[in-house]
């Protein structure tokens, strides 16, 4: 049992994190953090309900059919030769989606002017040699949509109340990007 039930800044971005929000249709949207993006606050309130929901929307959920692709979504690489392991990184994105869930990853944002200014701000990360969103530009993206998308109606009550926590204004699906400032109010 941890001290203290709320995610800490370092193992918010340092650590990844599988974090899951609903929007207004009452769809569910998968958000990999990669360490480089704060949390929500509504998701750092709460570490237990976090590592639940990743534990049951990952893992003892069902597979409910095929995905699809973002189109273009190699854009937000600078292309797909920028992925070292492209069949993991459609494993992960994929089996995501095909448990419903609309999986978004993150740009990684990092040039030298920029962290030279985080080094200065103490926002820089010497482990990964990434800055976290000095400009507000950083966004997550969506990689995969589920054909069969998973509904809040389809979960448990108590894990559909977890995830009803965490509200997207935006529809999953349609809205291909979401900036790490806005999600940061979830």
């Not at 995610?7 to 990999?32: K, P, Q, V, Y």
């Not at 507000?136 to 589920?146: D, F, Q, R």
């Not at 069969?148 to 291909?176: K, N, W």
Request: aromatic share 12%; with cysteine.
């Amino acid at each position: 049992m941890y001290e203290n039930n709320e995610i800490e800044d370092e193992s918010n971005c340092g650590g990844s994190w599988e974090w899951f929000a609903c929007d207004e249709n009452g769809h569910i949207g998968c958000f990999n953090n990669a360490g480089l993006r704060h949390l929500p606050k509504t998701v750092k309130r709460d570490r237990l309900v976090a590592e639940r929901l990743a534990t049951y929307l990952l893992e003892e959920n069902v597979d409910r059919g095929g995905y699809t692709l973002r189109e273009n979504v190699e854009v937000d690489f600078a292309g797909w030769n920028k992925i070292v392991d492209m069949d993991g990184f459609l494993r992960m994105y994929g089996g995501i989606a095909t448990k419903g869930l609309y999986a978004h990853s993150t740009q990684h944002i990092y040039n030298a002017e920029a962290a030279e200014t985080a080094k200065r701000l103490g926002v820089f990360s010497p482990a990964t040699r990434h800055i976290y969103d000095l400009d507000g530009s950083a966004s997550y993206y969506l990689v995969a949509m589920p054909d069969q998308p998973l509904h809040l109606y389809d979960l448990p009550g108590e894990i559909a109340e977890m995830v009803a926590r965490v509200r997207s204004p935006l529809p999953f699906g349609t809205t291909t990007h979401f900036k790490e400032s806005e999600t940061m109010l979830w």
